[in-house]
């Protein structure tokens, strides 16, 4: 059943309400602010969550982010953005959403001119110098048995591997990461430390000497140990919480982000969006990646994890939607072979992130949507009584099918043409 009445076009559109942010989006023909997604009362039956979330924003610290897209005679596209409590300057912690700019950025470096040796397929070997490091000289996953910053990417958009990023962040270290982020106009993001690895600020500052091979095994380019002089901290100092859970013991004060990474919704949308529509961006602001490795980069993103076979992982483990949160979020269930999904999740202290491109080859249809909520009612955090599956899933869930719904029938001038989706594809 269809229920795309129940969205209170909610397109009407309120310029004042959201102009300090519409003027950073990108090159928005039409910007507005979603003042409520659903009419609640009449969706409450088919999308419970939805309603519910939607009926408290505040208690679950929502924002979101919907892009219409429009296309020209040419298939140029524009894009008519809607939003509903964005506000870059309020934290939340961006979980392992950071690996899709870690990803690019990793790409970016193996582009430059000093690196000719090698490609992002060249196998990469990482040593240890620091206490707290450790060695990464194989990968069974790998069809070579090697890792190398390509395979790394793999793992990262498959099923947002946690290891496979710290290497990549080892690569680039934080000054060549917050340097870029900055040069790129994404001026609410900053990175600062690997991933579910107990280390002190300082130990994030240092980075292992790596190795890259060319294909008769010798050494084609070699890194020495690094270290940051510089420090990144998030200047507001955010804090989250009323307490929070330490070596079994709970603290009674709000949690400290301040040294934790940051990526604004915002931010994060803008990301997705340059690597979909990087003609939408000037120059400053575009990863400077090949179409080859763009390519590449929006193959994965789609791809399910049953899809790939190096690496190879099972659909008992990783089903279809493991990473797919909107419209298809909560207990594992299969994906409909025309609509692919090209995003990035993440979940963490009670956060709950995805940031995508929506489309349906089959009927024309495609979207942006990005979105952050807060499942954590007793705001206690490291207590793993997070409402991650019984409100969260439930809510992107029916967000991403509310909206696909209504696109689905919104009137177009013309039909995007997404044929060239599918070479990417397959």
Known sequence: MRIFS??????????????????????????????ELVDVEKAATNYPNLAAVVGEPDR??????????????????????????????????????????ISLLALEWVNEPQQTAITMFSPMLTDAAFEGQSEAHTDSSSASGLPSIAHYIKKILLVSDNDASNRLYELLGQDRLNDRLRQLGLNHTLINHRLSIPLSAEQNRQYNPIRFLRSDGSVALALPARTSQSQYVNIDNPKLGIGYMSEGVLIQSPMDFSNKNCLSLQDLDGIVKR?????????????????????????????????????HYSKEAYP???????????????????????????????????????VDLENGVEFFLSAVIYTNQND???????????????????????LYQYELTRAKSRQPDLSYLNKIIN
């Open 6 to 35: 129940y969205v209170v076009l909610l397109l009407a559109v309120n310029i004042n309400a959201e102009e300090s942010h519409c003027a950073s989006l990108t090159q928005p023909s039409k910007c507005g602010a979603l003042r």
């Open 60 to 101: 679950f610290k929502l924002q979101i982010i919907y892009t219409q897209v429009d296309r020209d005679q040419q298939n140029n596209p524009s894009l008519s953005y809607y939003t509903l409590g964005l506000d870059p300057e309020r934290y939340f912690y961006p979980a392992s959403t950071v690996k899709l700019p």
């Open 275 to 311: 690597i979909v529509f990087p003609q939408l961006f000037i120059g400053t602001e575009q990863f400077q990646i090949t179409e080859e490795q763009r390519a590449f980069v929006l193959r994965y993103m789609s791809m399910l994890p049953g899809e790939s076979d190096f690496p």
């Open 320 to 358: 279809d939607n493991y990473s797919k949160f909107f419209m298809f979020g909560g207990n594992a269930q299969s994906l409909p072979a025309h609509i692919r999904i090209f995003n990035k999740t993440g979940w963490a202290y009670g956060h709950l992130i995805d940031s995508a491109y929506i």
């Open 380 to 402: 206690i955090l490291n207590d793993d009584k997070y409402e991650t599956e019984q409100i969260g899933l439930p809510f992107l869930n029916e967000l991403g099918n509310i």
